[in-house]
């Protein structure tokens, strides 16, 4: 079984279209997170979701929507998609907040806006 | 967190052993030396940390120099399936939040 899994693994839409992001971690872990991978291959953090509670959301704009239903979920949802948003975007988990230093990846999904 | 420099990019041959440095000269004392790694097309796979003894697991090992102002990760002896984006991330001890991941070292590995 794999351990966080995120689906599409690809996403290929138009600029201006609503899309969504799956991810789901069957560790039994508390926190969950969201990171983007740019062309340049740089890793940044989005958002941080601890017990379905939103911890840290960096400097990204409003378009960008996660949703916890529980915890072992947290989705993506992105509005009104740019080109600049085309990257590729990972999700993780750890066990706890304290933890995030040995967190589980997903195999990522790359966003393609044209 | 503290800064990490890495060199950007280098080569081993295939069943040789690898050393990937990785300087922290700003390291406080409750900093934890993490390694990470990135296989193409593939999210970041956590490798090894440390604090200050050298660390040994199945995957690598991680040497921590005495001063702690620098560490190298060993894989004692690289396969093709070990070619990938290499992290050096210093977090203190029990600090919540995320990763901050630089520009890592991408070690190639010729057959």
């Known amino acids: 079984d794999t351990a966080v899994s995120q689906t599409p693994k690809y996403l290929v839409t138009q600029m201006g279209n609503d899309k969504s992001i799956k991810c789901e971690q069957n560790?039994?872990?508390?926190?969950m997170y969201w990171y983007k991978q740019d062309s340049k291959k740089f890793l940044k953090i989005m958002f941080s979701y601890n017990n379905k509670e939103l911890i840290i959301n960096e400097t990204v704009p409003n378009r960008f929507s996660p949703k916890s239903p529980d915890k072992a979920h947290l989705n993506l949802h992105i509005n009104s998609l740019e080109l600049g948003d085309s990257a590729v975007y990972f999700c993780?988990?750890?066990?706890?907040?304290?933890?995030?230093?040995?967190?589980?990846f997903g195999q990522g999904t790359r966003l393609t806006v044209v | 967190d503290a800064k990490t420099t890495q060199p950007n990019s280098m080569e081993s041959n295939e069943e040789e052993p690898v050393h990937l440095p990785c300087n922290h000269s700003t390291i406080s004392g409750t900093d934890y030396i993490h390694w990470y790694r990135q296989l193409p097309s593939q999210g970041p796979e956590y490798v090894i940390h440390?604090?200050?003894s050298n660390v040994n697991n199945r995957m690598a090992s991680l040497a921590i120099a005495e001063d702690r102002k620098s560490s190298t990760l060993i894989l004692h002896r690289a396969t093709l399936r070990d070619a990938a984006v290499y992290y050096c991330i210093l977090r203190v001890r029990g600090s919540q939040g995320n990763l901050i991941f630089g520009k890592g070292t991408k070690l190639s590995v010729k057959p």
């Open positions: 440390g604090l200050t």
């Open positions: 993780a988990s750890s066990q706890d907040m304290g933890r995030a230093a040995e967190a589980f």
């Open positions: 560790l039994g872990h508390d926190t």
